[in-house]
């Protein structure tokens, strides 16, 4: 019968000093948000994967369910996530800047990309970084013999209706 990681969490963490901000309940209501820690939360979770890595090695053949709680617990203290957003603004800057031509509208490059990694990043990416939005690069390819199709007008009218609500006030 497989155990339910929450639940071996709870039951694994009970056996640390239970302070109210390192306490399982608050470090469980952690998981699955992009909310910062608190240095005792910190601590407690650094306790908590000190002692899954200290198990894991004498039974990490026997139980894959422990990995999958151990690597969220773990995001929780990433460098990353303690980002001021203006900080991230910048760096989200700095990827079109980068970047050698006009941005496409393609999932997996920048801006588009900046929104699909948490939810912290896409509020930032669409909210609060109107910079990385105020160019685009529409492609003419589906034109045939000089006339775009209207599958294509329609998909450019609407990736350009989403930059320019994005962008605000900044011209594109």
């Known amino acids: 019968m497989p155990v339910n990681p929450v639940s071996a969490l709870n039951a694994e963490s009970v056996r640390h000093e239970d302070s109210e901000e390192g306490s399982p309940a608050s470090i469980l209501s952690l998981l699955g948000t992009n909310a910062v820690p608190s240095e005792d939360q910190k601590v407690a979770i650094k306790n908590i994967l000190a002692q899954r890595a200290q198990s894991w090695i004498l039974v990490a053949s026997r139980s894959s369910w422990k990995q999958a709680p151990t690597d969220q617990l773990a995001a ?5 996530r303690a980002l001021f957003p203006e ?4 760096v989200f800057e ?9 941005p496409r509208p393609l999932v997996h490059k920048a801006p ?7 939810s912290k990043w896409r509020r930032i990416a669409i909210d609060s970084t109107p910079k990385i939005w ?3 690069l529409l492609s003419d ?4 013999n000089g006339k775009p199709k209207l599958a294509l007008l329609t998909k450019h009218a609407l990736l350009l209706e989403l930059w320019l609500a994005r962008a605000g006030s900044l011209p594109i």
């Open 134 to 136: 105020s160019s685009i």
């Open 76 to 80: 929780l203290i990433t460098p990353a």
């Open 112 to 118: 588009l990309v900046l929104t699909q990694i948490c």
């Open 94 to 102: 700095s990827c079109i800047l980068g970047q050698m031509a006009l």
């Open 141 to 144: 390819r589906g034109v045939a």
């Open 87 to 90: 900080i991230v603004s910048v």
